[in-house]
RNA sequence: GCCCAGAUGGCGGAAUUGGUAGACGCGCUGGUCUCAAACACCAGUGGGAGCGAUCCCGUGCCGGUUCGACCCCGGCUCUGGGUACCA
């Protein structure tokens, strides 16, 4: 710009610019929000992460930019947005390195934390800092433990479909006894008359009632390492061993809390069909709660008192049934199995004893065992023999099946390894290409039965057990109850203590919360119980003794949504005036490892304390999205073996090498810095290179993101060097929100360029002005950014943030081309990119002459008639390929486009002398020539 | 194993409803500026054939539907997420 030569331009200093406006933003408040306002709400959320040792990477604030993008957005559109950021603090990472290191995880945590705050603020997100909640803060978990005792005193009335307080419970008892109770997620409540009911000691009514309880206790099985002395998680444990130390790992059944989600499970269900949700994420949720119709059946086993319960989808195929199969779990294995089978079913008890359901399941080999022990079938009288296997699991169903080889591909395996017979039940013939869950074909060999469709032979079959009271039809979910115990330190002390008689009571909410006791060690107690148990002084209280497991990660995160709309409230976990105004989220945003634990969890509580009249929605989370994971992209070296000396990647093929991983940072466009790789560690000092192109080419592949393969990103770093702005637009700028993608650093150069290219755009002087024109814009100015501003709105929409800032590069090309420095246009990309890059747009506004800042003005809206084209060139395809481009007016009609392509030089070579069978016209598209 | 995704140039990706495949950017190549380099700017860049106009091939693999398929259907392969005590 030679006018500008005189005057002296303003440098693009990052940090400086930065730093002004985080310390404006603070200043004036500018991202507080206000709990009463005449604006419409607007809840923006992320998914708050754990605060883990290793700090933020790169990965982390992929979501969090983008709903920091729109968050802002809304806020220009006129809406009073939330959009808070916390930490689920609690967790097993800071445990484990309690352990190992002796510091207090409430030590070590608050410094993450304190890490991960430093790190966000670097990020330039409006959060507002007042509202920030974490799940260890006793403040806050007094409401977790709060909402637990409501669970505790809570029970689910099938009668009116929700969750109710215990005492409507009692009430009917006393009342009519256990007569029309209906109590959701229970099996088999006892049948008792009121006056049975009164005359129960105290601890048959506490058995009772503890099996109708929302929180409640159970035996569930679990993953025991008798030398950690410690329950293991799955992912603790690999081949029946401790991932930790190697230990053997066996299954075993202890006493322990768990949510009653199944009685929420229709609910869950059906509920989902009104999210704004992926149908991906819905689908994942429908197949985890796992509705399937089909019957219990009881089946006597041959000379003995005993029955069992079995679950099968398929009650029609029963005549086909030709062994059973219980769980290794199931109770009646050791009742049943003979003395001639007992070794052998020992030996397969270890064999499955030392796996986890997920290993049993992955099993392709086929094993199981027989107990010596048969089951009469109710129609036939036949025995059946009782088998077990792996394959049949003690959580799901009954834990017990009854096989049917010639109609189920797993009883068909088991069938053909062991001998078993297979009696074929079903014709399929009529339904070609029919498979078994299509429950379809006629019956044969079924007795009474034959003949019948599939359909009806469910019915007939049904209705024939129930008559005869050994069976009904029932709907079965896959879901389970939720465990909620941990036998762990750091997590929210249970608010329960045991009485005399070992019934356990709640604590007075007014004791709330109940603080987690300075321990001397957080090591296992060994005894499987939490390390708790050792701190006798808080065990013992007068009123007996304390509940020593602490709760499990979900239990915070399954409700601090709402603790950020009234974070500081002592008398409630939200006020209820604030709850109704900012009412549940509108937009969520996290990965899609939590499709199933925490947002089922989350949906359960919401629909417990909306039953409870606590919220006034019955779903917290409208829309959700899932952003993708950041990999890591590892970068490799190659050294010669038994040397100090590296080849070139393209070269390794001439030596034996052995692959390094090197620092990503000393890497760019996969060149090597020799000299910081030499520096890296002292025994590379002597390295030498075999370059080639005079260059030391690195290796590279996709891995995930771990300080032990050198390819962690820390985005302080980008910062650093490039400024919040371009790290935010570079983010958004790789793909898809919702893809999985790799990260590379190298590519931020073009949005450095492109933020490099803004800036001279706005010419801004020494004195903050821009030296821009005050003449109204030309017809091209408008069109270029109204198309923009037309894109860039739908795109925000629909979260297509990727194709925001290529919108905002193709603008400013345009611009630069068209020599515009026009100073309506650059208001308007001002603001459109005031969300993206919220430091330099601040510059930019500034700049303009405008007050303010740029996060509290408004969002512009585009003029169609800037953006209207008069002509369109259309491709001319001749039987699908694309032979001529012609330019046509838009409104033109079918009949006068034919006479004009059809006449056009280019089309006449091609359709010259051949019969023309098809003109396909589609207005605004394509035309296609069929000949 | 089961459930849910994804696969497009050397690389990240675009193509919103079945209608011009490769927008935008990185990288690379050539050029301008410079003593030189960096920066910046200009031009080119899916593969192949041809001086050229132009033509052929091309969206993980195999097959199908359609005037027309990255997009829909059937069957695979590979990668990622979840699989109930990682968060």
Not at 246 to 273: C, I, S, Y
Not at 458 to 483: C, H, P, S, T
Request: charged share 25%; net charge negative.
């Amino acid at each position: 710009m030679k006018a500008n030569d005189t005057l002296t331009m303003k440098a693009y200093d990052i940090q400086a610019m930065q730093q002004k406006w985080k310390q404006y933003w603070v200043e004036h408040d500018i991202y507080h929000v206000p709990n009463d306002s005449d604006k419409p709400k607007y809840y923006v959320l992320d998914m708050f992460p754990y605060p883990s040792g290793a700090g933020l990477h790169v990965g982390h604030p992929l979501g969090y930019i983008a709903s920091d993008i729109f968050a802002r957005y809304k806020q220009l559109k006129g809406f009073n947005v939330l959009h808070p950021m916390g930490f689920d603090a609690f967790g097993l990472p800071a445990e484990q390195y309690a352990i190992e290191t002796g510091q207090h995880p409430e030590t070590t945590t608050n410094n993450n934390i304190a890490t991960f705050k430093k790190q966000l603020d670097n990020l330039g997100f409006n959060y507002d800092w007042k509202r920030q909640v974490s799940t260890c803060d006793p403040k806050y978990y007094k409401w977790t433990q709060w909402i637990f005792l409501q669970l505790f005193k809570s029970w689910y009335n099938i009668a009116n479909n929700k969750a109710e307080p215990l005492e409507t419970l009692i009430e009917k008892f006393e009342a009519n006894g256990s007569t029309g109770v209906q109590a959701g997620g229970v099996d088999e409540l006892p049948t008792f008359s009121a006056e049975e009911w009164q005359q129960k000691s105290a601890q048959e009514q506490a058995d009772i009632l503890m099996s109708c309880r929302l929180a409640f206790q159970s035996y569930a099985t679990v993953n025991w390492c008798p030398a950690l002395g410690t329950v293991l998680a799955n992912d603790e444990v690999k081949d029946g061993f401790s991932e930790r130390g190697g230990h053997p790992v066996e299954r075993k059944k202890m006493r322990q809390w768990a949510l009653r989600v199944t009685a929420f499970a229709e609910r869950l269900l059906n509920d989902l069909d009104d999210l704004a949700w992926s149908d991906a994420m819905k689908e994942m949720q429908r197949n985890w709660i796992g509705r399937s119709e089909g019957a219990s059946i009881f089946f006597q086993i041959a000379d003995s008192e005993e029955t069992f319960e079995i679950f099968t989808t398929r009650p029609d195929t029963i005549f086909g049934v030709s062994f059973m199969v219980l769980a290794p779990e199931h109770d009646l294995v050791k009742k049943i199995t003979t003395t001639e089978q007992k070794e052998e079913i020992d030996a397969y008890l270890a064999y499955a004893g030392a796996k986890t359901d997920r290993e049993r399941q992955q099993e392709k080999k086929v094993t199981g065992a027989f107990t010596g022990a048969y089951a009469i079938h109710p129609f036939t009288q036949e025995k059946v023999p009782i088998w077990i296997s792996e394959y049949v699991l003690i959580g799901y169903g009954t834990g017990a099946i009854m096989a049917v080889p010639s109609d189920d591909e797993r009883d068909e395996a088991f069938a053909t390894k062991f001998n078993l017979p297979i009696i074929d039940i079903i014709d399929k013939s009529k339904y070609p290409g029919a498979t078994q869950k299509d429950k379809l074909g006629i019956m044969i060999n079924s007795d009474f039965v034959d003949g019948m469709e599939v359909p009806d032979a469910i019915k007939a079959v049904n209705q024939r057990l129930e008559e005869m009271g050994i069976g009904k039809g029932k709907v079965n979910f896959k879901i389970r109850d939720a465990l909620y115990s941990r036998q762990r330190y750091w997590g929210e002390p249970f608010p329960i203590v045991y009485d005399e008689n070992g019934t356990p009571q709640a604590i007075s909410e007014s004791e709330l919360p109940l603080t987690l006791p300075p321990v001397e060690s957080f090591k296992p107690s060994g005894t499987g119980e939490a390390p708790l148990a050792r701190v006798t002084d808080w065990v013992n209280t007068a009123e007996g003794k304390r509940e020593t497991d602490t709760m499990p990660g979900f239990a915070g995160s399954s409700w601090y949504f709402l603790r950020y709309m009234d974070p500081d409230n002592e008398d409630n976990f939200v006020d209820p005036k604030v709850e109704q105004y900012w009412q549940n989220v509108d937009l969520y945003i996290g990965g899609t490892e939590h499709a199933v634990g925490h947002l089922i969890y989350s949906r359960m509580w919401h629909k417990f304390l909306y039953d409870r009249g606590w919220v006034s929605t019955n779903e917290p989370f409208k829309r959700l999205v899932n952003q993708g994971m950041i990999q890591g992209r590892s970068s490799f070296a190659y050294r010669i073996k038994n040397t100090n000396q590296f080849v070139s990647y393209n070269l390794r093929k001439d030596y034996e090498v052995s692959r390094l991983h090197v620092p990503v940072s000393m890497v760019k466009n996969d060149v090597l810095d020799t000299e910081a790789f030499k520096q890296f560690r002292a025994d590379y000092a002597d390295a030498t290179f075999i370059l080639e192109d005079g260059k030391y080419v690195c290796g590279a592949e996709i891995e995930k993101m771990s300080k032990s393969k050198y390819n962690v990103v820390n985005p302080d770093d980008i910062v650093a060097k490039y400024g919040t702005d371009c790290l935010r637009l570079f983010e958004m700028f790789l793909g898809p929100l919702e893809h999985g993608k790799p990260w590379n650093t190298d590519g931020i150069e073009g949005v450095s360029r492109f933020l490099k290219k803004c800036w001279n755009l706005f010419s801004i002087d020494e004195s903050d002005k821009a030296q821009v024109s005050d003449a109204a814009p030309s017809a091209k100015e408008l069109k270029a950014i109204h198309k923009t501003i037309k894109k860039v709105s739908e795109d925000i929409e629909r979260l297509s943030f990727n194709t925001c800032v290529s919108a905002f590069m193709e603008c400013v090309n345009e611009l630069n081309s068209l020599k515009s420095k026009n100073k309506t246009v650059l208001r308007d990309l001002t603001l459109l990119m005031a969300p993206f890059a919220p430091f330099i747009t601040e510059e930019f506004w500034q700049s303009l002459g405008e007050s303010g800042s740029v996060h509290l003005a408004s969002f512009p809206t585009y003029n169609p008639e800037y953006i209207k084209e008069s002509t369109k060139t259309y491709p001319v395809q001749i039987n699908g390929k694309v032979r001529a481009k012609i330019e046509l007016p838009v409104d033109l009609k079918r009949e006068d486009a034919e006479a004009i392509i059809l006449a056009h030089q280019k089309v006449v070579k091609w359709v010259e002398g051949k019969n023309i069978r098809k003109f396909i016209f589609v207005p605004g598209k394509i035309i296609n020539i069929v000949v």
